[in-house]
C-alpha cells in the first residue's frame, strides 16, 4: 500500500526537497544544525519514497511500455486558428525516470550528509543547504517530469541552482567568475534548447512526452524531415552544455570553484547528466534523425578523447576529476549517439555512484589538507587517510574499467555496442580514451595516495559524517555494475529503447580488451608516477613533447579563443552599431524632439501643474463621451473619438 | 431542567408574545432585542465582576488577598467603584477634540456587545446564528481599533497621541496572526459558522488538532485586547495609561471596562473555537452546556490574568518583531501544513 | 609598576615646583591644573574623580584657610579627590580661586564625571569653570537669585 | 530557550496564588510595635527639669520650652512639640537626663486641624506657693526596663547640667554614651 | 421574494446615513473628522449588502474598509499631525467649477439610472442560500488568474508602500 | 412605492459617487482626496451588488468584481499614503495646491 | 531628501517611572529618543546649607532623608567622615552592628531596587514580592532602631543602641530564608525572556565611559570594573569577611540589574558572618567621645560603598561645634549625569530601563 502511494504521489519527492528549501530560507537559516537537519532529513524522505516508487515500477513491467503518467492541467493557450494547446504539469514514472529518482535522491541524500561534516563551520551553512535542497527538488522535479515545457523550468532550476552553488564562496573571484562563466555558457545553450522545444510545439502541438513520441514516430504526418533534422539538433545543443561537450564543455571544470559535494553532487552525480537524460529521453526524437544520431556519437566519442588528454597533465584534483568528468559524459553520449538508450543509462548509472565517490573523496583529501589541491604536492595519503584512500582506489578501479567494479560494466556495454554498430574509428577513439582514462586517474591515485609522505602536510582522517557516504558509495561503485553484466542483463530488461535487449552472445573480445586497455593504462601510471621516485621519465616526456604539453596543460587554447572571439567580433560590431546609434538614430529622434520641444513651449500654457485641475478636466471630457454615446450612438462616438485620437 | 433553562425562558416568552396575538415578525423581533439586552446587561455584570476578579488575582499572586471590605469578600467593591466614578466629574482638556474625546468612551461598548451577538453560550443559545460568524466577529474586533484611537486622539496628549499610535499599529498587526490561525480550523470545518465549529469538535478538541494554531490565536488575542506581556498601549511606566491618560471619572470606567469585555471576548472565542465551546468533555453532560462554556471561558480569563501578573512588558519595535516576524509565518505555515495534513489523511485515508 | 603615593607625590613636586604637597594632597594654582590633571590621568593612572565639590573660605570667617591672606574677600577652594581604579591610590587635590572673580579651567576634558560636580558646584557657589560645555543651574531654577552655599548667603523665609 | 523562563515564572505566580497571604487586616490586627518605636512622646513634666537639653539637641527645634523660677527650681510652664516638624529622630529622649521625655507605641497621629497638630505636654501656671516636687523614683520612670538604668546613671551627674546654654547638648551627647557600657 | 416593509425602511434609513455621513466626510473642516465619518459611512454600507443579500461582503466591508483602510488613513493623518486640525480639510480654488462638473454628472448619470429600463429578476429568482461556498468556488477555479493578480497587486502594493513610506537615514552628504 | 428596486439602488450610487466627486475636485488635503476616492470606489460597489442581485442572482460576477475592487482600493490607499507620506517629508505639507509638480 | 521631524515631550516630574518627583526632557523622533535632557532639583531641600547652621551630632538625622531606601548607610558615611576628622576610635561590637546593619540596609536597598526595576518593564508581581521581602527587613530594622525608613543609627564613635535581645536570631532566620527568596527573583524576572529581551543589550556602558563619568556603584560593577570599596579600600571590618564582588560583562542594563541581585547574595553571605562573630564580642558600643564636639580645624573626606555606589562626606571643620562645611558625594546624582548620552538611540521604553537599571533615589539626587 505504501508503495502504491508512493507511486502516485511521486510528486512529493521533489517536493519534499522544496519544502526543506523553503522552510530553511524563512524559518531555520539562523540555526545552522536544524537546518541541516531538515535538510538532509527533506531529502532522505525523499529518497524513501523515490526508492518506493523506483520499486513499484520495478516490479511492474507494465511501466515498460506504457509509462505512468498522471498530471495536472496547468494551462490552455489558444490561438485563433491553432489548437488549442494544453501544457499540463505531472509525473511521469518509467523505468528510466526510476532508476534516475532513485540514484538522484540517493546520491544527493548521502552528499547532504556529507556536507555536513564538510561545511561545518562555514558562516553560509544553512544556506548551503537551503541550495543543495533546491537542487535536489529541481533536478528531481526535472527527472519526473512528464512535459517537455515542465522539464526546461527544472533544467533552468537547476542552472540558476549550479550558478548559485558554484558561486558559493562568493568572496572569492575565481568562484564568481566561475559561476557567471556557468551560468552564460549554459544560457547559450538553452536558448537552442528552448528553440527546438518551440519547434516540437508548433509543430507537434503538444509538450507531453508521452504524446509527443507517438506523434514523432509518424513525424511525416506533422513535418519535413529537414525539420525534423534541425530540431533534433536544436535540442541537442542544450544538453551540449549542460553536459559539458565540446565545444561547450568549458564551464565544467571552472565550476569546480564551488563547494567539493557541490562538485560532487551537481557537476558529477546529476546535474551534468541531465543532458544526457534529456537526450536519452528525447531519443525518440532523434531516432527518426540520422545525421543527428551521428552528430551526438560523434561529439560524444570526440569530447571523452578531448577531455582525457586534457586530464592526462592537469595537476589540481578537483580538475583531473572534472575533465574526468566530461570525458566520461562523452562516453554516455556516445553510446546514447550509437541508439543504446541502455549502455548510456547504464554509463550514467554506473559513473553517479563512482565519480560522486571520488569527488567526495576528493573533497575529504582537500579537507584534510587544507584546501591543497596539487597532487604533485600531496602522496603517501593512504596510511594517515586509510578510508578516504581506499574508497578513492575503489572508485579509480571502477572508472579505471577493471572488472568486476562498475565501470567495468557499463564502459564494457559501451564498446560493445559501439562496435556492433559498426562504428570502428569511435571504438578507437573510446578505445583509446579507456586507456587514457585508466591512465590518468591512476596517475592521480599513485600521485596523491602514494609514494612518499610530504612532511609538510599533516592530514587526518575526516569525521563519520563524511566517511559512512563515502563506503556506501565505495560500495555501490564495486556493486552496482552486477546490474548489468552480460550474462544477466537486468539492466537491458527495463532500459531500452526500441527493442529490449537480449542478453544473447558475450563479447568475450571487447571485454577482454577492455580490461587488458585497462591494466596497461594503470600500468603506465604505476611505471611512470610510483616506480620512478624521482619522476624523471616524466619530467624528460613533458620536456621532449613540450608543445603537446602546454597544448592539453592549457586545454587547447579553447578558453583563449573564446576570449578572442569576444573581443574582436562582438566588440568590434559593437562600435559599428554605437556609430549608427549616435548619427543615425539619434538624429532622427534629436530631430524629432526639437519638433516636439517646440510645440510643447506653446501648450506649456495650459499645464496647471495641479492634479486635480486635470482631473476636472478629465470627468468633463468623461461626460462629454457618455452623452455622445448615449445620444449620437456608439458608432459616432467612436468615430468622432476616433478622429480626436 | 438546568441545561434548557435560557432555552425555556425564551420559549416562555415567545408563547407569551404568541398567546398575546403578536404578529411573528414583531415576535422575533422582540425576542431579539430581549436577547441583546440581556447580553448587554450580561456583559456589565461580568465586567464589573471581572475587575473584581482581576484585583483578587492580582494580590493573590502578589501574597496579597484584594479587596475585602466592600461586601462579603469584597464583592460589591466595583460595584461602589462605579458608583463613585459615575459621580465624578469628566474632566475635558482645554484643547482636546471634544467630539472625540467624548464619543470614544460612549462607543467602546458597541463592537464587543455585537460580538457578543453571535456566540453560542449554550445549545441552542445563540442571538445570531450567522453562516459567517467567525468572520463577522473578527470583522467586528477590528473596529475597536477606530474608537482607542478616537480616544487618544481626541485627548491631545502626547502621552495619549504615542499610545493611540501604539494601539492602531499593534492592533493591526496581530489581527492577521489571529485570522490566520484560526484559517486552519476553518479548513478542517469546512464552514465559518460557530455552531458548526463546535459541532465538528464534539470527537476531538480543536487544540489537540491545532495546537499551534491555538497558542497564536491566544498570543494574538492577547495582544489584540492589550494585555500584558503586551499592554505597551497602557504601559504606565512609559507612556503612563496611553489612550486613557487624560480620561478621568465614567470615561476611564468605560475603557476600563471595555477591557475585561474584550478578555471574554477573546476567552469566549477561543473557547467556542478550539476548546469545544459549549460541549462538555468526557460526557459530563449533568452539568448544563452553558455552565461549561462559562467554566472554560473563565479558566481562560484566568490565565490571561496569569499572564499579566507574571510577566514584564516587552518593547514596541519587540512587540511588532514578534507579530510580523514570528507569529505572521508560524501561521501561515499552520495553515500550509493543516492543508498538507488533510490532503494526506484524505490520501491514505485512514 | 606599583608606585605609592608618596613617590607619586615627589615626581609630581619635579615636575610642578610650584605645588604645595602633604600627604595625600596636594595643592595647586589655578593656572596650574589643567596641566596637573592631565599629567595624573595620563601618566599615573588616576582614571576617576570621585568627588568635586568647593568650600568657601570668606576672609572673615574663623575657618580660613591657611592660604595667602592678601585678598580682603578670601577665597574658596575646590576640591578634587581622585583615584586610580586599577591601582587602588587615593589623591586629593585643591585649588584656590579668590572669592571675587572665581574662575577654574573645567576639568571635564579630562574625566567626563566633572560634568554635574562643576554645575553643582557653578549652582550653589557661583564658581565659573571655563571652557565646560554646558554651564547650567543643576539643582536650583534658572532664575534663582545667589549661590545659597556661599557663607555671606541670606535666606529670607521659612518657618518663623 | 524561549519559553522556558516564561514557564518558570507562571510556576512562580501560581505558587503564590496559592500559599499564604501577608496581608494583615489593618485596623483589626497590628503588627506588634517594638520596644524602640518612635511614636508619640510621651513626658513626664514631674521629672522634668526644664534643663533645656533636649531642645538644643533637636536638629529641627520642634521643642518649645518655657520655665519660671520657682524657689531656686526652674518650674517647667510649658512643653510644646511642634510635631509637624518631628523628624523623630530621638535625639532629644537621647539627651535627656532625666528620663522624662520618651516615645510610645502610639503611631497614630494624624489630626483633622492644623492648630490640633502641636503636642502639647505641658502647659500651666507656675503655682505660687510651690510645695516641692517629688524626685521621681526609679521605679515609677516609665513603662520601659532599660530606662530604669539610666535614670540612677543619670542622677549623679545632675548639678551640671542645671544651666540651659548650649554646649550642654554637646557635654551630654557625649557624656551619655559610657552610661551605656554599664548594661 | 418577498419585500417586506423592513427592508424597504432600512433602505431608506442606510441610504440617508450613507449619504448624510459621505456628505460630511466632504464638509468636514476637521480631517479626523472627515475620517470618522467616513467609517460610519463604511458601516451603514455595510448595513446596505446585507439587504442585498451579500453578508460576505458586508462582513469583508467592515473588516477591511472600517478596520484597515480607515486606521490606515488614520496613521496618515497621525503621522502628518498639523497644529492647526481645526483648518485641515479646506476647500480650494477651483469649488465652484468643481460643483459645477459634478453637478453636471450627477445629472448625467441620474438621467441615465432614471431613464434605464433595468431587468428587474430579482422578483422571481431568489438569492442561494450557501453565498459564502459559492463565491469561494467561483474565485478559485474560473476566476483563479484574476485573483492571483489581485494577490500579487496587494504584494506589490504592500512592498511598494513600505519602500515608499521608509524612513531615509540622512546621509553622510547630506 | 413599497418595493426597491435596482433604480433605488443606481440613483444612490450615483448621489454617493457625485458626492466623492467632489470632494476629490475640490479638496485642498491630499489625505481627503484619497478618502473621497474611496466614497467613489464604494459607489461602484453598490451598483455592482445590486447589479449581482438583481440582475445574475445565481452567478455571482458582481459580487465577485466588488471583492477586486475592494482589494484594489485597499492596495490604492496604501501606496497612496506612502507617496503623500513621502511628499510630505519633502515639503511638509499635504496641501494639493502646492504641488505642481506635474508640469515642467 | 525625506526628513523626521522631533518633537519634545516632557517624561516627568509626574511620571510613574521616574522614581520620584524628577524630569527628563526628551527630545523624540517617533519613539526614538533624539536627545534626552535631565531635570533635577524638584527634591532639593539644600541638606549641605542645613548642615552648617546644625551641631554635628544634629546633621545625623538629615543624612538619613538623602537615600532614604538605606539611610543607615548613609549616616555611617557621614559618622566615618566625622570620626576621621576628630581620629575617633569605634568599638569592635559597634563596628560588626554596623555593618551589619548596613548590609541590612543595602539588602533592602536592592530588594527594592530590584522590584522596582521589574515594576518599570512593567511585572508587578516582581514589585510586590520583593516588598514582602523588604517589609520583613524594615520589621528588623524598626526592632533595633524605633524607626523603619529614617534610622539614625549611627552615632559617632558607635552606634545609638546594642541589638535588643533575640534580634541577631530573627535576623539569622530572615538571612537563611533570603536565598530562598532571591531565587525566586531569579526565576520571575531575572530568568524571564522577555525581561531579558528588555533589558539585554540595552543603555550598553563600556567601562572606559563608566570610569570616565564617574559612575560608581552596579552601575560601574555593571560594565565590567571590578572596583567596590568594601574590596578595594576596606573601611571598618570588611576586611574580616569573605565575600565576592559581582562583575557584569556588556555593562547594559541587564548586567546592572543582575549585579545588584547577586550583591543581594553576598550581602547575605556577608550578614551571616557577621551573626557568626558578633556573637565573640562583647564589648561597649560607643567609644570614647568627647563632651564637647568640636572637631580641630581641618577637612576630612571620608567614602563608603553605598547602594547605590560610592558614597562621599567630605566634612570642613573651623573648630566650633557646627561643621563649616558638608558636603556629599551622592552616587545617584552623579550615576544620573550619564543619562543622556546612555539613552540616545534608545526608545521610549528603554529609557524606562536604562532609568531604572541606575537605580536613582531623588532623595539623594537632589540632596
Known sequence: MLVEFALHHAWLVPLLPALAFLIIVFLARPWPKLSAFISVGGMATACFFATLAAYGVFTNHQYTEHPLVYAARWLTLGLPGMPELQINVGVQLDPTSAMMLFMVSFIATFIQLYSVGYMKGDPGFSVFFSYLSLFAASMLLLVISSNLLQMFIAWELVGLCSYLLIGFYSHKISAREAAKKAFVTCRVADFGLLLGILGLVITFGTLDLVELSERVANFREYTTFGTMTLLAILVFIGPIAKSGQFPLHVWLPDAMEGPTPVSALIHAATMVVAGVYLVGRMLFLFHEVPVAMDLVAITGAFTALFAATIAITQREIKRILAYSTVSQLGYMMLALGVGSLTAGMFHMWTHAFFKALMFLGAGSVLHALHHKADVWEMGGLVKKMPITSWTFVIGGLAIAGIPPFAGFWSKDEILVVTLNGGHYILYAMAAFTAFLTAFYMWRLIFLAFYGEEKPENHPHESPWTMCVPLIVLAAGAMTVGLLGTPWNNIWAEWIFFGEAHHSGEIAWGAMISSAVIAVAGIYLAYTLYLKDKEKVKVKALAERYKSLYNLSFNKYYIDEMYLWFNHTMVDGSAKLFYLFDIYVVDGIVNGLGGFGKLSGEGLRVLQTGRLQNYALVFFLGVLAIAVLMVFAGPSTASLVLGGVM | MLENLFTNIAGLLRNLLDSAGVPPLWNDVTLLVVKLVAILVFILINALWLVLMERKVAGYMQARIGPNRVGPWGLLQTTCDIGKLISKEIPIPKSADKILFLLAPALVFVPPLMIFAAIPFGKDMVALDLNIGLFYVFALASLTTIIFWMGGWGSNNKYSLLGSMRVVAQMVSYELPMILSVLGVIMLVGSMNLTEIIAAQQNMWFIVTQPIAFLIFFIAAVAECNRTPFDLVEGESEIINGPYTEYGGMGFAMFFLAEYASIMIISAMATTIFLGGWLAPFGLTFIPSWLWFFLKMYVLIFVVMWFRWTFPRIRVDQLMGFGWKILVPLSLANVFVTGIGMYIYRAIGW | MEKKISEIISELKEKFPQIKTSEETISVSTEDLLGLMQELKNSFGFNYLTNLTAADYPADAKGKGDGNEDEDDGEMEIVYNLTSVYEKLYLTVKARVSRKNPEIPSVFPVWGGANWQEREVYDLFGIVFTDHPNLKRILLTDNFEGYPLRKDYQWVGGRK | ?183 | METSIYSVLAFYVLAAVILGSAILVVSMRNIVHSVLFLAICFIAMAGLFLILDAAYLAVIQVLVYAGAVCIMIIFGVMLIQRTDMKQSNLFNRQTFMAGGVVALTLAVSGFFAGTTAWADLAANTPVPEDSLGQIGQLLLSKYVIPFEVAALLLLVALVGAIVLAKEVKANVDD | MLTISLTHYVVLSAILFSIGLFGVLSKKNAISVLICIELMLNAVNINLIAFSKYITPNEFIGQIFAIFVITVAAAEVGVGLAIIIAIYRNKLSVNLDEFDWLKW | MLRTETYTMNFGPQHPATHGVFQVVLTLDGEKIVKAEPVCGYLHRGIEKLAESRTYQQVIPYTDRMDYLASMLQNWGYVMAVEKLMGLEVPERAEYLRVISGELSRLASHVLATGVYALDVGGFTGFLLCFRERERMMDLLEELTGSRMTFSYARFGGVADDAPEGWLEKLDKLMDDMPGYIDEYDGLITGNEIFQARTKQVGGLSPETAIDYSLSGPVLRGSGINYDLRKAKPYSIYDRFDFEVPVGKNGDCFDRYFCRVREMRQSVRIIKQAIEQIKEIDGPIKGKVPKALKPPKGDAYAEIESSKGILGFYVVSDGTNKPHRVHVRRPSFINLGYLDEMSRGWLIADLVAILGSIDIVLGEVDC
Open chain 4, 1 to 183: 530557550m524561549f519559553g522556558n523562563g516564561l514557564i518558570k515564572g507562571l510556576r512562580i505566580t501560581w505558587k503564590e496564588f496559592t500559599s499564604k497571604k501577608f496581608t494583615v487586616q489593618y485596623p483589626e490586627e497590628q503588627h506588634t510595635k517594638p520596644e524602640r518605636f518612635h511614636g508619640r512622646f510621651v513626658f513626664d513634666a514631674d521629672k522634668c527639669i526644664a534643663c533645656n537639653l533636649c531642645a538644643n539637641a533637636c536638629p529641627n527645634n520642634v521643642i518649645e520650652l518655657k520655665s519660671e523660677k520657682v524657689e531656686k527650681k526652674k518650674f517647667l510652664t510649658k512643653y510644646v512639640m511642634n510635631i509637624e516638624y518631628c523628624l523623630f529622630c530621638g535625639m532629644c529622649v537621647e539627651a535627656c537626663n532625666k528620663d522624662a521625655i520618651n516615645f510610645s507605641l502610639e503611631h497614630d497621629m494624624s489630626q483633622y486641624n492644623y492648630d490640633a497638630i502641636p503636642l502639647i505636654l505641658v502647659e500651666r501656671e507656675a503655682p505660687k506657693p510651690e510645695p516641692k516636687p517629688e524626685e521621681a523614683t526609679p521605679e515609677a520612670s516609665g513603662e520601659k526596663a532599660e530606662p530604669k538604668v539610666k535614670g540612677k546613671g543619670k542622677q549623679k551627674e545632675e548639678t551640671p547640667a542645671a544651666s540651659a546654654d548650649k554646649s550642654a547638648s554637646d557635654e551630654v551627647a557625649a557624656g551619655k554614651a559610657p552610661e551605656k557600657e554599664g548594661q
